[in-house]
């Protein structure tokens, strides 16, 4: 894991261990396990328990210990001890050279069990389940002691050895602690520590015919490991008293400590493995790396990084009240990871033909396009043809008001490459759609607009003959209720039936040798990954994740794309010192400002508008940066009645001040003009030459004339004083008129003044 990585913010159990380790508790050391039982794969909610003891022991000079939790010998397998390793070191955690496993510890934990009766602290009780069950009691109610619990131990121990040697049948007899059948803590109402079982075990086979239960084996590893600090989810509270009494019967010199936190849900999916295990049993999905399931294997396949996984965790922190998750967080938290390193290419999902009649055919317009929105280094050749594949989507013959993509006599810029206009269709006898015909300006090559030149939008596209045919899969959400299950009956009604689509679409050429588990963006479309399920024949390609939240929108829950923005009351301006409940909630949500929160809070249509900017792809931080503070400013000073766009056009805006095509000041002077209804940002920019300017020949030439106009600064700079800097990168700004790059232009003044 890098060094960079955010640390996860402090709870309590980070609280409680850094209290541990100055008052030198446990000589000061920490030592942690992850603990699973090896029957079924990780998910998503185990990396939280792995990023919380890994990361402690990572955090406070530790060790963590993997720990096969495997004393029961029906359900586990080989299979899931090695996934699960898999899946640990593929998170980017190292166990070293502490793996362990509880089965390791047969031998000792009956030897315990022996020294436990020797000493009064057990006896075998010859109950059935039924009978343990109804003498149990109720949690108002005390237990009854069976006739059993005043055998004598030498009869217990002679017992219990014979139920070792297999002389009773399963459920004939278990040993059971002898601590008081009238607790309040029904946990302690003597709960049975070893059962009869006549399973084949994966590690221990045929040698052992009684198996220690979890309450028992689980405490004592931890102790003959010198475990210090035991994390376990909440459901585990009322095994603590249990945990320490059988710690403290047996004399164990180590004495662990239990500390509960909250296990994570996450809405519209499952994360329990027995759950797993049968949608995988019932073939609902194909396999544990099924891309829909939320298992890391699944995860991994879908495309998501650990680094992804690693920061959700830490986004939702540690702490002991049971809540659910939205996916949705979970996906935005993915596109920003992936948003990061994901190189821009294209590809088409529902082809449609395009005949570009102004070229010849057999005509190949080689073009050069960057991988990159920043401008990165990196480039691929594109191939512009007479025949091409645009979305279907992206064609309407009767367009609606604000579609701003192809349509009869209307000119898109086809990303990269140039800007057509639609001159015609042809269609089948029946009236269907055949093709679409457009002439393109040879004069735009590369998609820059002439001046005055008026563009509906940009489309991506193909070409016909050098693309590649892929099958794309695309993945919706498992399920197609929030919690499943929960309105009762079984869960696996609620499974989403079109959560998988298979589509045949194209891609262009750069993509033919990608390799297994290569990642990168289809422009407009999402986050793709090559699936292992490619071949030399053909490539499959998952998505990751949309760019915008369409599961919202199918659902009807996302408002309309053109929010009108109403000028914002007086009353939401005036701050209230403590953040409510629901700005508070957005605040943790989103990661933005208490001040951005509480004014996005008290204002829906604000709200409304940043939403719709994180769906259609921008970050969160970003947008609400951008309309709480520039936005709200501009409405304020012009006292608007309404805007006439949307989170969409927010986001598009947000995109180009990422990418520094904008500086703030011109994304300042952008929203200005979205707000006179002048069009969207890209339009506007196109109009008026807004962009950030980066050629290196403009910047030095504005670093030299500065240098040379203030030799006094410069003079000051060069005997050492380095703050003059910022003072000579205020002037070249100003001279750029707000439109260098700051980074290029700070770069063009230092070699000016170094006299490169
Ligand atoms: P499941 O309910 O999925 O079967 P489990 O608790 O039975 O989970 P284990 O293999 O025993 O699975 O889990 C190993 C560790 O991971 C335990 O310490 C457990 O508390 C933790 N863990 C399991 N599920 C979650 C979750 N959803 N959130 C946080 N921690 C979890
Ligand atoms: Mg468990």
Redesign the pocket.
């Known amino acids: 894991m890098s060094d960079q990585e955010t640390r996860p913010p402090s709870d309590f159990i980070r609280d409680l261990v850094r209290a541990d380790v100055s008052a030198g508790t446990h000589g000061g050391k920490v030592c942690t396990r992850?603990?699973?039982?090896p029957n079924?794969y990780l998910?998503i909610?185990?990396a939280?328990?792995i990023c919380l003891n890994f990361g402690l022991a990572n955090e406070f000079n530790g060790v963590c210990h993997l720990r096969m939790?495997d004393t029961n010998p029906t359900t586990e397998d080989q299979e899931y001890v090695e996934a699960i390793q898999r899946d640990v070191r593929w998170l980017g955690f190292d166990w070293h050279d502490k793996m362990f496993y509880a089965s390791d510890y047969f031998g000792r934990l009956f030897e315990i069990g022996e020294q436990l009766i020797g000493s009064g602290h057990a006896y075998v009780c010859d109950c059935t389940e039924d009978e343990l069950g109804r003498d149990r009691g109720t949690v108002t109610q005390a237990g009854a002691n069976c006739v059993h619990r005043t055998r004598s131990a030498a009869e217990s121990l002679d017992l219990f050895r014979r139920m070792r040697k297999g002389e009773y049948n399963e459920g004939a007899k278990t040993l059971r602690a002898k601590i008081d059948l009238a607790s309040p803590n029904m946990k302690l109402r003597d709960p049975p520590l070893y059962r009869i079982k006549r399973s084949h075990h994966y590690r221990t086979a045929d040698a052992w015919c009684i198996y220690p239960l979890y309450d028992y084996a689980h405490c004592l590893s931890d102790s003959f490991e010198g475990i210090t600090h035991s994390l376990?989810?909440t459901e585990f509270e009322s095994a603590r008293e249990l945990y320490d009494w059988v710690v403290a019967a047996a004399g164990m010199p180590w004495v662990p400590r239990q500390t509960e936190f909250a296990?994570?849900?996450i809405s519209y999916t499952v994360?329990?493995?027995?759950k797993l295990l049968e949608l995988v049993q019932n073939k609902d999905v194909n396999g544990w790396d099924d891309p829909r399931l939320p298992t890391l294997a699944g995860l991994r396949r879908r495309g998501c990084t650990p680094e992804a996984i690693r920061d959700f965790c830490a986004r939702i922190g540690v702490s002991k009240n049971l809540s659910t998750v939205d996916v949705a967080l979970f996906e935005h938290t993915l596109r920003e990871d992936l948003d990061a390193r994901s190189p821009r290419v294209m590809g088409v999902l529902r082809p449609l033909k395009v005949t570009v009649e102004s070229l010849p055919s057999g005509t190949v317009e080689e073009l050069d396009a960057p991988y990159w929105p920043d401008g990165r280094e990196g480039s691929r050749k594109l191939q512009f043809t007479r025949e091409l594949f645009i979305e279907q989507d992206d064609f309407a013959e009767d367009p609606p008001p604000d579609f701003h993509r192809l349509a009869p006599g209307r000119t898109v810029r086809l990303r990269h490459a140039f800007i057509v206009t639609c001159v015609g269709v042809i269609k089948d006898r029946d009236g269907n759609l055949l093709e679409v015909r457009v002439a393109h300006d040879p004069k735009t090559r590369g998609g820059d607009a002439a001046a005055g030149q008026k563009v509906d939008g940009t489309i991506h596209w193909v070409s016909a003959e050098h693309s590649i045919p892929v099958e794309v899969r695309l993945f919706d959400r498992l399920f197609s209720t929030e919690s499943p299950g929960e309105k009762g009956g079984d869960f696996r009604k609620d499974l989403n039936p079109r959560s998988l689509e298979v589509l045949q679409a194209r891609v262009e050429s750069s993509l033919q040798h990608a390799a297994h588990g290569t990642r990168f963006q289809l422009e407009r479309l999402g986050y793709f990954v090559v699936d292992s399920d490619s071949t030399s024949n053909g490539l499959v390609l998952g998505r990751t994740v949309t760019l915008r939240d369409s599961w919202a929108r199918a659902a009807g829950k996302a408002v309309k794309p053109a929010a009108r923005v109403k000028p914002v009351s007086k009353q939401t301006a005036a701050a209230p010192q403590e953040l409510n409940e629901s700005a508070s909630a957005l605040q943790s949500r989103l990661g933005i400002s208490a001040d951005e929160a509480r004014t996005l809070d008290g204002e829906p249509l604000l709200r409304t508008l940043l939403e719709e900017a994180i769906a259609a792809g921008a970050a969160a931080k970003d947008s609400a940066a951008l309309i709480c503070n520039d936005l709200l400013g501009e409405l304020r000073a012009r006292k608007l009645a309404q805007a006439l766009f949307g989170g969409a056009q927010i986001a598009e805006l947000v995109g180009l001040l990422r990418a520094g095509t904008l500086s703030s000041r011109l994304a300042k002077e952008v929203l200005g003009e979205m707000l006179a209804g002048k069009g969207s940002p890209a339009e506007i920019i196109a109009r008026g030459g807004l962009t950030v300017i980066t050629d290196s020949a403009v910047l030095e030439a504005v670093a030299f004339k500065v240098v040379a106009g203030n030799p006094e600064l410069a003079a000051r700079f060069k005997a050492g004083n380095a703050n003059v800097l910022g003072a000579l990168l205020g002037i070249a700004m100003r001279e750029s008129a707000g439109r260098a790059n700051p980074k290029a232009l700070r770069e063009a003044l230092e070699a000016a003044l170094s006299g490169k």
């Open positions: 992850f603990p699973p039982e079924g998910h909610g185990h939280k328990s939790d376990c989810t296990r994570l849900n994360l329990s493995k027995r």
